[in-house]
Nanobody, 119 residues
Framework: QVQLVESGGGLVQPGGSLTLSCRVT????????MGWFRQAPGKEREYVAS???????HYADSMKGRSAISRDNTKNTIYLQMNVLKPEDTAKYYC?????????????WGQGTQVTVSE
């Protein structure tokens, strides 16, 4: 079973940067696709970014130019670097994994890590 553990959240000032980590454990250490999502209280879950086969990246429009998703195979970890953070980036960020091409959704989800952008 794949387990995902996020870390790196916290309080950051507007305009600052933050890097989130998602450690992947279990039998599948290199899923087909990894994604980052976020959800603020009272709002729908929002897609942030994804990385497929650890190579192909994709970003939500709100994240383009401000974020970078990457992987470190030696650590079985993916990262989400966010720059020029804004108050609207405040949310709980979740890491998710789609284990194979044939899977129709992200099957595994982490517990999330809180990101708060405020003075």
């Amino acid at each position: 079973q794949v387990q995902l553990v996020e870390s790196g959240g916290g309080l950051v000032q507007p305009g600052g940067s933050l890097t989130l980590s998602c450690r992947v454990t279990g039998r599948t250490s290199s899923p087909y696709r990894m994604g980052w999502f976020r959800q603020a209280p009272g709002k729908e879950r929002e897609y942030v970014a994804s990385i497929t086969w650890g190579v192909t990246t994709h970003y939500a429009d709100s994240m383009k130019g401000r974020s970078a998703i990457s992987r470190d195979n030696t650590k079985n970890t993916i990262y989400l670097q966010m720059n020029v953070l804004k108050p609207e980036d405040t949310a709980k960020y979740y890491c998710a994994a789609q284990t194979s091409l044939t899977a129709n959704s992200y099957e595994y989800w982490g517990q999330g890590t809180q990101v708060t952008v405020s003075e």
